[in-house]
C-alpha cells in the first residue's frame, strides 16, 4: 500500500505560482510511476502531468507544457508541482497518483493509489 498526501494549493492571481507536494508513505515509493491530475467542477479528472518510475521521461498535457514541472525526490519520497503563470483556467482540484510502471501515464484508470487532493484557485 501507498499512501500519498498532497499539500500546497491555495488562492493565487493570474499570472502566479504555487509549488505541489506529494508526499508518499508506505510501500517504496521510487519504484512508482507517478502523475498529478486535476478536476475542476462538474468536470472529469484529467491528465496534467506524468514521470516514469525511472524518473526519466516526463509527459505533460498541451494545456501545462511550458509552466508547470514534475520533479520526485525519492529520499522524501516526494513529489513536486511546481507551477507557473498560472492563469484562471488551472483552476481545479489537483490529485497525485501513483501507478506501477508499464501502464498508461494519462488514464485515470492506470492509477493504484490517490492522494485526498488540494485546491489550487487563480483568481483573474
Given at each position: 500500500q501507498v499512501q500519498l498526501v498532497e499539500s500546497g494549493g491555495g488562492l493565487v492571481q493570474a499570472g502566479g505560482s504555487l509549488r505541489l507536494s506529494?508526499?508518499?508513505s508506505g510501500r517504496t515509493?521510487?519504484?512508482?510511476?507517478?502523475?498529478w491530475f486535476r478536476q475542476a467542477p462538474g468536470k472529469?479528472?484529467?491528465?496534467?502531468?506524468g514521470l516514469s518510475g525511472s524518473g526519466s521521461n516526463t509527459y505533460y498535457a498541451d494545456s501545462v507544457k511550458g509552466r508547470f514541472t514534475i520533479s520526485k525526490d525519492n529520499a522524501k519520497n516526494t513529489v513536486y508541482l511546481q507551477m507557473n503563470s498560472l492563469k484562471p483556467e488551472d483552476t481545479a482540484v489537483y490529485y497525485c497518483g501513483a501507478r506501477l510502471p508499464g501502464s498508461g501515464y494519462a488514464s485515470v484508470s492506470s492509477y493504484d493509489y490517490w492522494g485526498q487532493g488540494t485546491q489550487v484557485t487563480v483568481s483573474s
Amino acid at each position: 500500500q501507498v499512501q500519498l498526501v498532497e499539500s500546497g494549493g491555495g488562492l493565487v492571481q493570474a499570472g502566479g505560482s504555487l509549488r505541489l507536494s506529494c508526499a508518499a508513505s508506505g510501500r517504496t515509493f521510487s519504484s512508482y510511476a507517478v502523475g498529478w491530475f486535476r478536476q475542476a467542477p462538474g468536470k472529469e479528472r484529467q491528465f496534467v502531468v506524468g514521470l516514469s518510475g525511472s524518473g526519466s521521461n516526463t509527459y505533460y498535457a498541451d494545456s501545462v507544457k511550458g509552466r508547470f514541472t514534475i520533479s520526485k525526490d525519492n529520499a522524501k519520497n516526494t513529489v513536486y508541482l511546481q507551477m507557473n503563470s498560472l492563469k484562471p483556467e488551472d483552476t481545479a482540484v489537483y490529485y497525485c497518483g501513483a501507478r506501477l510502471p508499464g501502464s498508461g501515464y494519462a488514464s485515470v484508470s492506470s492509477y493504484d493509489y490517490w492522494g485526498q487532493g488540494t485546491q489550487v484557485t487563480v483568481s483573474s
